[in-house]
């Protein structure tokens, strides 16, 4: 099991910038492929971006797919998600979340694939 916590959100103008990161405890968190969601006010939890174990794997939503960068500090136990370009639709609360693989370039973009999840972090985009 894995303590997943994450920070970066806020409020920003559409356009601007957010860094998010999740910090993970523990000493395998090379071990885990993690993933973004998000969920909009009203709406179901939406995959947002996933990196496999290595980092060398990455996939996107087409929502975010050339707006946002996925990345992972394995030294640091943390993954990040670069958002640039940010629109109103974007305003969501974002969770990171985890799930230990044996392949190296796994890539899990299912919710129901994961068992460990943060608290989320609100990022609000304004127009």
């Known amino acids: 099991q894995v303590q997943l916590v994450e920070s970066g959100g806020g409020q920003v103008q559409a356009g601007g910038s957010l860094r998010l990161s999740c910090a993970a405890s523990g000493r395998t968190f090379s071990t885990y492929a993690m993933g973004w969601f998000r969920q909009a006010p009203g709406k179901e939890s939406e995959f947002a971006a996933a990196i496999s174990r290595s980092g060398d794997a990455t996939d996107y939503s087409d929502s975010v797919k050339g707006r946002c960068t996925i990345s992972r500090d394995n030294a640091k136990n943390t993954v990040y998600l670069q958002m640039n370009s940010l629109k109103p639709e974007d305003t969501a609360v974002y969770y990171c979340?985890?799930?230990?693989?044996?392949?190296?370039?796994?890539?899990?973009?299912?919710?129901?694939?994961?068992?460990?999840w943060g608290q989320g972090t609100q990022v609000t985009v304004s127009s």
């Open positions: 979340a985890a799930q230990p693989v044996s392949y190296y370039y796994y890539l899990i973009a299912g919710p129901n694939d994961y068992n460990n």
